[in-house]
């Protein structure tokens, strides 16, 4: 049996240790693999790919980023793009695909199926937003990230008496935001599922202030919007799969600077960005990266297709791909309700 595996979408630590675990496993049940690389971009003209071996695979557990590298490419943009990505599978002899990514990759993987491609998926998204999944892969060492950096930000803030606004990322679903600023011992965080006001910081910080609290740290996730402020909403920059480029709003820039105004306290900014995305990942992810790649490749055994394998509560189970895309699973609000107390 011949298998392809590639990684799709925002790079995420922990996808070395799935695309490992994927050979491994096929190597283990002697099925051949061959690595797609860019992500659907691999699929393209005339494709690009490796075949993947026990030295290959050897070493990179630890690694963060991915061997295949990956790519915000959309081949359902036109029928052409279309028809090469089919072309090359069939070219290629996989007898199955097997996606590791989030909701844009996976619903690429969705369409190759229901055009006849044994496709199976693995669920990775440090968003964590991802339907009919409780973790993703690459979640858990961003939220370390997060609050590993609050804890460095609060000794700045203390000692210059100032209001910090740490912008995260979390598009539609502020998971990283909720989980990393109760972690790192947040004062306010903001997030998409909770609507909330400009008005409503100000105050927040002029409670602090009067119960002789001189700094606040505020986590905003990237894509919180605050009604009476634009922003940079003029910016339309927008990927393959028709996403606004969130880096280029400034939310917490934003945020920062009326919070200045407003209120008088000396407020600073600071993005995150990519160091969420970069470096080793935990042991946590490691694991999780490890238990879906095997269990895709099981997946691919049992002619399972269509599926991708998931975690629910402390198992590993298989469940469509068409029930998890297009999807967004947000916050649970008790979850959000627990930081408040903190507030």
């Given at each position: 049996?011949?298998?392809?595996?590639?990684?799709?979408?925002?790079?995420?630590?922990?996808?070395?240790?799935?695309?490992?675990?994927?050979?491994?496993?096929?190597?283990?049940?002697?099925?051949?693999?061959?690595?797609?690389?860019?992500?659907?971009?691999?699929?393209?003209?005339?494709?690009?790919?490796?075949?993947?071996?026990?030295?290959?695979?050897?070493?990179?557990?630890?690694?963060?980023?991915?061997?295949?590298?990956?790519?915000?490419?959309?081949?359902?943009?036109?029928?052409?793009?279309?028809?090469?990505?089919?072309?090359?599978?069939?070219?290629?002899?996989?007898?199955?695909?097997?996606?590791?990514?989030?909701?844009?990759?996976?619903?690429?993987?969705?369409?190759?199926?229901?055009?006849?491609?044994?496709?199976?998926?693995?669920?990775?998204?440090?968003?964590?937003?991802?339907?009919?999944?409780?973790?993703?892969?690459?979640f858990n060492t961003a939220v370390s990230i997060v609050a590993e950096a609050l804890?460095?930000?609060?000794?700045?803030?203390?000692?210059?008496?100032?209001?910090?606004?740490?912008?995260?990322?979390?598009?539609?679903?502020?998971?990283?935001?909720?989980?990393?600023?109760?972690?790192?011992?947040?004062?306010?965080?903001?997030?998409?599922?909770?609507?909330?006001?400009?008005?409503?910081?100000?105050?927040?910080?002029?409670?602090?202030?009067?119960?002789?609290?001189?700094?606040?740290?505020?986590?905003?996730?990237?894509?919180?919007?605050?009604?009476?402020?634009?922003?940079?909403?003029?910016?339309?920059?927008?990927?393959?799969?028709g996403h606004v480029r969130l880096d280029r709003r400034g939310v917490g820039e934003?945020?920062?600077?009326?919070?200045?105004?407003?209120?008088?306290?000396?407020?600073?900014?600071?993005?995150?960005?990519?160091?969420?995305?970069?470096?080793?990942?935990?042991?946590?992810?490691?694991?999780?990266?490890?238990?879906l790649g095997v269990a895709a490749v099981d997946l691919v055994t049992e002619g399972?297709?269509?599926?991708?394998?998931?975690?629910?509560?402390?198992?590993?189970?298989?469940?469509?791909?068409?029930?998890?895309?297009?999807?967004?699973?947000?916050?649970?609000?008790?979850?959000?309700?627990?930081?408040?107390?903190?507030?």
């Amino acid at each position: 049996m011949k298998i392809g595996v590639l990684t799709g979408g925002g790079d995420a630590p922990g996808l070395n240790a799935a695309i490992r675990a994927v050979a491994r496993r096929s190597f283990e049940r002697g099925y051949q693999v061959i690595g797609i690389k860019k992500g659907w971009a691999g699929l393209l003209g005339e494709g690009e790919y490796e075949e993947l071996t026990l030295r290959s695979v050897s070493g990179i557990l630890h690694l963060g980023g991915t061997i295949l590298g990956t790519s915000r490419t959309n081949p359902r943009k036109s029928p052409e793009l279309q028809q090469q990505v089919l072309q090359n599978v069939e070219r290629l002899g996989l007898d199955a695909l097997i996606a590791i990514g989030g909701d844009d990759t996976l619903s690429v993987a969705q369409w190759l199926y229901e055009q006849g491609v044994p496709v199976v998926g693995v669920p990775k998204t440090m968003d964590n937003d991802l339907a009919e999944t409780d973790y993703c892969i690459g979640f858990n060492t961003a939220v370390s990230i997060v609050a590993e950096a609050l804890d460095r930000l609060h000794t700045t803030a203390t000692a210059h008496h100032r209001v910090l606004v740490v912008e995260v990322m979390g598009r539609d679903a502020g998971w990283v935001a909720v989980v990393g600023g109760l972690a790192g011992g947040a004062d306010l965080i903001l997030i998409p599922e909770v609507p909330t006001t400009v008005d409503r910081v100000v105050k927040h910080l002029e409670r602090r202030r009067s119960l002789g609290k001189d700094f606040s740290i505020i986590v905003v996730a990237e894509g919180v919007t605050l009604a009476e402020v634009a922003g940079k909403e003029t910016i339309a920059e927008r990927d393959a799969f028709g996403h606004v480029r969130l880096d280029r709003r400034g939310v917490g820039e934003t945020l920062a600077r009326v919070i200045e105004e407003q209120t008088g306290f000396e407020s600073r900014t600071t993005v995150l960005g990519h160091l969420q995305r970069g470096g080793s990942p935990s042991a946590l992810d490691r694991l999780l990266a490890t238990r879906l790649g095997v269990a895709a490749v099981d997946l691919v055994t049992e002619g399972k297709f269509g599926y991708m394998s998931a975690i629910k509560g402390q198992n590993v189970v298989p469940v469509e791909i068409k029930k998890a895309v297009g999807v967004n699973r947000t916050v649970d609000l008790s979850l959000y309700q627990l930081a408040e107390i903190f507030f």
